[in-house]
């Protein structure tokens, strides 16, 4: 009797493990076959599907994660996808530094001007995102009807702090984060060197611009006051004020402020009028005043490439020649 009694007691224990894998298998069943059941928990969507919220200058846009057909109005933008090798499929191809030409060929539309773009060609193509800056500003409103439009231009009063920020947020609509952290981590280390270096030496610069034999002046805070505000060149004046165009001066100016180092930006370098050639910057700046001037006589005159300092600027390619520039110029 009692050896049927514990027999009974254990059938009884196995009936209700049965009994309890039951449910947990049909609770499994039922929520596979209720996936449109609103209470059920939702998959996360995939990457590709992800949608950012990105907030800039202009207003908000909202762009899926690696969206398709790319536009970019703005050269240093184009150098940061570059860089990180992301593929785009529009550019203006008649705005392109010399650094970025491989964006001529066919394989690319060419989305018009920088200052007029080419709205039905763009409508067309069907882009997921076009990226602008300060030349194609005033077209934010029609691009936006065409596909989400970011505004990432640099802002030159706090340039690294702009430019970085741009470097991240394009690392994070294509999935690029760890690439972007680890470009962004070399320049810094670059220009802590460069900074030390420009900063040891206790001598002054003077940003000047040529065009069309005009010259005008930049100091911190500028276009291209980096120089200063970053790279740690003291300014031989420290009252130029910021303007797009810079100050316009003499080369009386220049001799009065007599910097140890002169940087000087050929606009007609890279900017020329059709059917006319440009005068060298050196013809026009190595005159008579200028050569009295402690830049001239230690050789201290710094020509620096238009393409990077004009024609592009804030972007992953740009960056670290512009400091190189520099560097190599105060040494």
Not at 152 to 176: A, H, P, Q, R, W
Request: hydrophobic share 35%.
């Amino acid at each position: 009797m009692l050896t049927a009694l514990v027999m009974i007691m254990v059938l009884a224990a196995c009936g209700a493990n049965n009994a309890s894998s039951g449910n947990n298998g049909g609770g499994n069943a039922g929520s596979n076959a209720g996936s449109t059941n609103t209470t059920e928990p939702v998959a996360a969507a995939p990457a590709e599907e992800e949608e950012l919220t990105i907030t800039h200058q202009l207003g908000e846009a909202k762009v899926k994660k690696n969206p398709g057909n790319v536009v970019v109005f703005d050269m240093g933008v184009l150098e940061t996808l570059d860089k990180l090798g992301v593929e785009v499929a529009a550019v203006p191809q008649g705005s392109l530094p010399t650094h970025l030409k491989k964006y001529e060929d066919s394989n690319y539309t060419n989305a018009g001007t920088l200052f007029e773009p080419d709205f039905e060609t763009l409508n067309k193509l069907d882009p997921g995102v076009i990226f602008i800056s300060g030349r194609s500003s005033e077209a934010y409103e029609e691009l936006n009807k065409i596909a989400p439009t970011i505004y990432m231009g640099v802002d030159t009063k706090n340039y690294m702090e702009s430019f970085k920020e741009n470097v991240t947020t394009l690392g994070k609509i294509f999935g690029k984060e760890a690439e972007a952290e680890q470009e962004l981590a070399a320049i810094d280390d670059s220009i802590k060197t460069l900074n030390e270096q420009a900063t040891a030496s206790g001598k002054k610069g003077l940003i000047i611009l040529t065009t069309g034999g005009k010259v005008s002046a930049f100091g911190p805070g500028s276009r291209f006051g980096i120089i200063h505000d970053v790279f740690g060149v003291t300014p031989a004046d420290e009252s130029i004020k910021v303007d797009t165009h810079g100050n316009s001066i003499s080369f009386e100016f220049v001799a009065e402020k007599n910097p140890d180092y002169l940087f000087v930006v050929d606009r007609d370098a890279v900017v020329t009028e059709e059917g006319k050639q440009a005068t060298p910057a050196s013809e026009i700046v190595e005159n008579d005043l200028v050569k009295k001037t402690n830049a001239y006589k230690d050789g201290h005159i710094v020509y620096l490439d238009a393409n990077y300092w004009y024609l592009s600027g804030g972007g992953l390619l740009s960056v670290p020649e512009m400091i190189k520039e520099v560097q190599e110029g105060i040494q």
